[in-house]
């Protein structure tokens, strides 16, 4: 898979690319992901990207030709390249969503600033306005880097062996519909002095069944586990 990101915050992603499990897979260029500077297509003197909205109201609105002219450029390599707009307006990216993305072989992400994004950029190039979720964010950045991590990780060879879907029965078929069982790692029980307050022994203690090697009363509870959260902190997925 092919990623551009146009921004006019480059430097956002530096971490962002190197860091983990993505930085590996960029370095075995199983995905290759590109910072495109949105100054670059900006007109000299000023090399503004914004300007005030025309009837007026607060903040800047991101120009539109600049826009235009990176995505033509990038248009011209990549013909078949999907526009992506994280916008708080857009449709909620969900996993069937990033399922939906992970057979595309180029996107162009498009991250807006500012309080908004002159339309006419948005209708001439935009084919997918997506939001993560009901709250706002200062740009499309943030936005961008989850829907990059929620769809790169499903394509083949990026996860590796600590793919969940190899070495969990439940995990393939309860994605994205059931909350996933607490998990715990050693010591199996922490010491008094690290456990913060009046902390009883069953909140030091690992759950037993994890502790018995029994897989399938492990299972079990996990599945009930998973459930018993699901309906108290999601109701809506089990409709
Ligand atoms: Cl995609 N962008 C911004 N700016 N805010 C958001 C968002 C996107 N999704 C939720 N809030």
Redesign the pocket.
Known sequence: MRIFILTCLPEMFDSFLKASILGKAIEANKIQIEVVPLRDFSDPPHYRLDDTPYGGGPGMVMKAEPILRAIASLKKHSPNARVIF???S?EV?NQKKATELKVANELIFLC?RYEGVDQRAIDLCVDAE???????????E???MAIIEATTRLLPGVLGNKDSSITESFSETTHGRLLEAPQYTKPSELPSDIAHGSASESLRKVPTVLLSGDHSAINKWRNSEGLARTKARRPDLLK
């Open positions: 994280p916008s708080p857009g990216f807006g997506v939001s993560i979720g009901d709250y706002v964010l200062m740009g499309g943030v936005a961008t």
